[in-house]
Nanobody, 123 residues
Framework: QVQLVESGGGMVQAGGSLRLSCSASGRPFGSFAMGWFRQSPEKERTFVAAISWSGGYPYYSESVRGRFTISRDKDKNTVYLQMNNLKPEDTAIYYC????????????????WGQGTQVTVSS
């Protein structure tokens, strides 16, 4: 079992930045690929970014590429999502997830989820 706890959400104006953190406990963190998803009211949960278990290659959705950066610190059992140049359409609950497979883009590819952290971007 893996427990994931997100933090770092909040309210920011358009153009601002936030850094989300996801702390993992339980099974060895390094054996999982890690991802970030987001969900707005009445919308499906969508892929934002992911990073392989080795941390050697990141994956991004087209809507955040060039603005968001995912990284992981295996020593701290933590994955980060640095979000720059935020836009109102980035407003959502952001979820951290852990995957035992390489199906990074689909929520179905993830085995464990955090409780989510709210990000609100005002115009």
């Amino acid at each position: 079992q893996v427990q994931l706890v997100e933090s770092g959400g909040g309210m920011v104006q358009a153009g601002g930045s936030l850094r989300l953190s996801c702390s993992a406990s339980g099974r060895p963190f390094g054996s999982f690929a890690m991802g970030w998803f987001r969900q707005s009211p009445e919308k499906e949960r969508t892929f934002v970014a992911a990073i392989s278990w080795s941390g050697g290659y990141p994956y991004y959705s087209e809507s955040v590429r060039g603005r968001f950066t995912i990284s992981r610190d295996k020593d701290k059992n933590t994955v980060y999502l640095q979000m720059n140049n935020l836009k109102p359409e980035d407003t959502a609950i952001y979820y951290c997830a852990a995957s035992k497979t390489s199906d990074y883009y689909s929520p179905m590819g993830y085995d464990y989820w955090g409780q989510g952290t709210q990000v609100t971007v005002s115009s």
